[in-house]
């Protein structure tokens, strides 16, 4: 310990020896001292300045997420799996007399009969159009399916039709295929010669009701909705329309437009008379209604 003394204190070594005690006990006390408050200083530091260092990372972080896209989405179409289902198949022109003869002759209980519709079908590029008893109206069903980067949540809280164009509709050759029965597949329905805001179509009491005025459909933050089914319904008349979406997040209310792969929507309809007009009668063969009286009025329904 004197070694240590001299060293803390080499001018009292020559002092008595209760006041150099006492000057030692003086010096080491200020030492601690002098190292409490250095490492105190230094973690309080970092203890007060710790909320600020989190909030500018958490802002930093914030607007970094904020430049992502607030969302993306896919367009995807309901393709038929090679069966005939209820509804009408339409076509820009009319069909020549061998395929007309292979609609007359097949028997859709027959084996291969649909597989031999589907490629008259095919080789016209005819487009399907949905029957479905749940609404008026032949529709062209599509899925739209969302996806967001973001870490923070957000909402698509609204969606409406906006810049609809519609003409008479033009198809000149149609297939019917009268509904048996069936309900309501869930998803949204744009009316369009009616309004220009989706209709909830699910069998629940929701039904026929402004889809957003009891759901919204959540995205970011990991969250995964899954694909949303749309029809379109257009009657008598071609249309043409965009969808506008409003999305809610942490600054506000959004707008944006969604196309189909960069282009308008395109909903058929179908013509009150058109050139060619065949319908699935009883027997499941395809008769043509210009040719038979008696299924003239099956052959101007329309759901």
């Not at 200020?30 to 203890?47: E, H, K, M, N, P």
Request: proline letters at 6%; hydrophobic letters at 40%; aromatic letters at 8%.
């Amino acid at each position: 310990m004197s070694a240590v003394g001299n060293v803390l204190d080499p001018d009292g070594v020559d002092s008595p020896r209760g006041t150099r005690t006492r000057r030692l006990a003086i010096i080491f006390f200020v030492a601690v001292l002098a190292t409490l408050f250095s490492w105190f200083s230094s973690f309080g530091l970092d203890y007060l300045s710790a909320p600020t260092s989190a909030r500018r990372e958490k802002s930093v972080q914030d607007e970094l997420d904020g430049k992502n896209p607030p969302f993306t989405f896919n367009v995807r179409s309901e393709d038929s799996d090679g069966s005939i289902f209820p509804g009408a198949i339409v076509f820009d022109h009319v069909l020549n007399s061998e395929d007309v003869e292979i609609l007359k002759k097949t028997n859709l209980d027959a084996d291969n009969s649909e597989r031999k519709i589907m490629s008259v079908v095919h080789a016209n590029n005819g487009t399907f159009l949905s029957a479905e008893s749940s609404h008026h109206g032949y529709s062209s069903p599509f899925f739209l399916d969302f996806f967001s980067d973001r870490d923070s949540s957000l909402s698509i809280v609204a969606m409406k039709a906006v810049d609809v164009h519609c003409s008479p509709a033009k198809a000149a050759a149609v297939l019917v295929i009268r509904p048996r029965g069936g309900g309501a597949v869930p998803g949204i329905m744009f009316d369009l010669p009616r309004g220009n805001l989706p209709v909830s179509v699910a069998p629940d009491k929701n039904y026929g009701k402004p889809f957003f005025d009891h759901q919204k459909i959540d995205l970011g933050n990991g969250a995964t909705p899954g694909a949303l089914r749309v029809q379109s319904v257009a009657e008598r008349s071609d249309c043409t329309w965009k969808i506008q979406v409003t999305h809610s997040d942490s600054s506000g209310l959004h707008t944006s437009i969604l196309l189909d792969h960069k282009k308008p929507f395109k909903t058929l309809g179908i013509p009150l008379r058109s050139q060619q007009e065949f319908i699935l009668d009883d027997a499941e063969h395809f008769e043509d209604c210009n040719r038979n009286a008696k299924l003239r009025a099956d052959c101007d329904y329309i759901w």
